[in-house]
């Protein structure tokens, strides 16, 4: 950055600058005729004040971990999931039996603890899609919503989507458990760049509230990709 020398308040800066330099240079030279003029048990003291100093600074720069030894996110989890008294299968049937003849798009487990939700989105086979949200503990759903967002092209891509995935989505869940044992959290359809349909699965292990994403090709149920959650 470029300083203008005629600016009053960078002259301001600059004299500011200027005795700050003349007070520590003057500390500095005070502190090298004490240091030179004092006995082996003041540098063995100055040594050690230094490092209790350094330690101390260490210690409170530390972060602390939670009395639980759990993340925020992990916290959630087990704070969401028992509460849950209705599983993500039977808010499924809840979705689609609220919009006729649709097909999960996506199922999710919302929070918070004391009103958890199932939040859907089910599309029919021209690719309208509907928003579902189902009481996680009642597993009544409420009115269907339709998504005002979605254009022509956007219903053409979740039909093809529809059409291609002839995986269902409770199979890719089975597979995902079959893998890692827990509580499915989400299932979502998805594509990839290559335009092949897949379903993404999110378990959570309750032994350390973990979460397990995996992506399983809509077509033949093949695991493409396995990630851990440990946050």
Same mark, same amino acid.
């Given at each position: 950055?470029? /300083? ?26 005070? $502190?090298?005729?004490?240091? $030179?003029? $004092?006995?082996?048990?003041? $540098? ?21 971990? !939670? ?20 599983? +993500? ?10 919009? *006729? ?10 929070? *918070?603890? &004391?009103?958890?939700? +199932?939040? /859907?989105?089910?599309?029919? !086979? ?48 089975? %597979? ?6 827990? %509580?499915? /959290? ?9 335009? %092949?349909?897949? +379903? ?8 350390? +509230?973990?979460? /397990? ?6 077509? &033949? ?9 440990? &946050?």
């Amino acid at each position: 950055m470029v /300083t203008n020398s005629d600016d009053p308040a960078s002259q301001r800066t600059s004299r500011a600058v200027s005795r700050g330099t003349v007070l520590l240079t003057a500390a500095a030279a005070a $502190g090298a005729l004490l240091t $030179g003029c $004092g006995n082996d048990a003041g $540098g063995d003291a100055a040594q050690t004040g230094a490092a209790e100093a350094a330690r101390i600074a260490a210690t409170s720069s530390s972060p602390s971990a !939670s009395p639980s030894g759990l993340t925020d996110d992990q916290t959630e989890r087990k704070e969401v999931i028992p509460k849950a008294k209705t599983g +993500w299968e039977q808010a499924l049937r809840a979705a689609v039996a609220a919009v *006729p003849k649709s097909e999960l798009v996506s199922i999710k487990l919302k929070g *918070p603890a &004391d009103r958890p939700r +199932w939040k /859907t989105e089910v599309a029919t !086979s021209d690719g309208a899609a509907s928003t579902v949200r189902v009481d996680a503990v009642t597993g009544k759903a409420g009115k269907a919503r339709a998504e005002t967002d979605q254009d022509d092209d956007d219903k053409r891509d979740m039909a093809d989507w529809l059409k291609k995935a002839t995986v269902t989505p409770q199979q890719a869940a089975q %597979t995902a458990t079959d893998k890692t044992k827990g %509580t499915v /959290t989400a299932v979502e359809l998805d594509d990839t760049d290559a335009g %092949t349909p897949i +379903w993404s699965v999110d378990v959570v292990s309750t032994d350390d +509230w973990n979460k /397990t994403t995996y992506d399983i090709d809509a077509t &033949d149920r093949k695991v493409l990709r396995e990630h851990v959650d440990r &946050d």
